[in-house]
């Protein structure tokens, strides 16, 4: 998800390799491989540490080239964009029928329809008719009309999915055949796991991969204990920017002179909010409508939906999660920022036991 900001603090952007130094193994040198390509409608970044020799940066550049195809597949799967897409031929199947999903899609619709059902309905991989009318309505600079609104929320619920996971079947069936899956709130992280995951099983688990608001971190560079990330609400920060916390308020710079911004709740493992942290082996993601916004008449329109109500939300908030996976953390952050801090009991549940960490904030004005 995107609208809040996520930096790795790992020097200059753009490095294609940089040498570090001892790694712990009898002294070995170890060096850092950067790359980045256009995916998913966004930006994805791998970085990795490898040592520092000819042969292992051959096998660290194979392995990247291994996690681009993988994310590439993904996409393919689970583009609600591409027109020859798994998600969006699903739609077009049988009604009433347990319809198989390949390898990439099952996993991923499964876990949104769990999280579909933990947050009733706030997440919802049903929802790409309101995607494409509000897509519209942005260009436009209007809401849509009572009518195309009435017509899109007709054709979209989570409940006209049906899993069927019995018996080793990876199927789900369709309640109704004028359905439009969008996966956009959740894909970007379950492709950064996937990533990570093949990385690491080729050797290189010293690795993270961003995609726009989303991290996912392997284990941490050499001689360090964790990889320093710099967290901002609502404003863009680089690698080498800091944002400090303000004092006794969780308060911090923001976009713009002078503007800033505070937390106004927590939920699961969540304490006291730092923009400056070292995380590894866990997931961050951001989501917020900084950019991706219009206003009508008085009233402000987020990209972000409420599929409860079909509309975008009408005030300004972002919310960060730091959770277990990339998966989990991307499909929490699109949830949590249309539930706001006032959970569904199964959701708080689940954010205490999974040990997730969650902020809400919003923008205060100079």
Known sequence: MTGAALSIGIGTAGADEAAHGADGKGGQRSALLQQQRPLMGTRFTIQLHHADSADDRARAVRAMDLAWDLAERIEQAASDYRADSELTLLTSRPVGQPLELGEHLAPL?????????????????????????????????????????THAMERTGWRHLTWVG????????????DLRLDLGGIGKGYAADAMLELLAGHGFD?????????????????????????LAPFG??????????????????????????????????????????????????T???????FEHEGRRYSHIIDPRTGLGLGHEQAVIVIAPTATEADALATALNVTGPDLPPAMADHLDRRGCQVWWFEPVEP
């Open 109 to 149: 619709l499964q876990q949104a329809l769990r999280m579909a059902e933990l947050s009733d309905g706030a997440f919802d991989p049903t929802v790409g008719h309101l995607s494409l009318l509000w897509r519209r309505a942005r260009r436009q600079g209007a809401p849509p009309t009572a009518d195309r609104l």
């Open 166 to 177: 019995e018996a080793g079947r990876t199927a789900v069936v369709l309640g109704r055949d």
């Open 206 to 230: 010293r690795a993270a991969v961003a995609a726009a608001g989303d991290l996912r971190l392997g284990r941490p560079p050499p001689g360090e204990d964790g990889w320093p990330v710099k």
């Open 236 to 285: 863009r920060v680089g690698p080498e920017a800091v944002a400090a916390s303000g004092e006794g308020d969780d308060a911090g710079p923001g976009p713009g002179p002078g503007r800033g911004f505070r937390v106004v709740a927590t939920a699961g493992a969540a304490d006291r909010f730092e923009p400056d942290v070292r995380l590894a082996g866990k997931a961050v993601s």
């Open 287 to 293: 989501s917020g409508d900084r950019q991706q916004f």
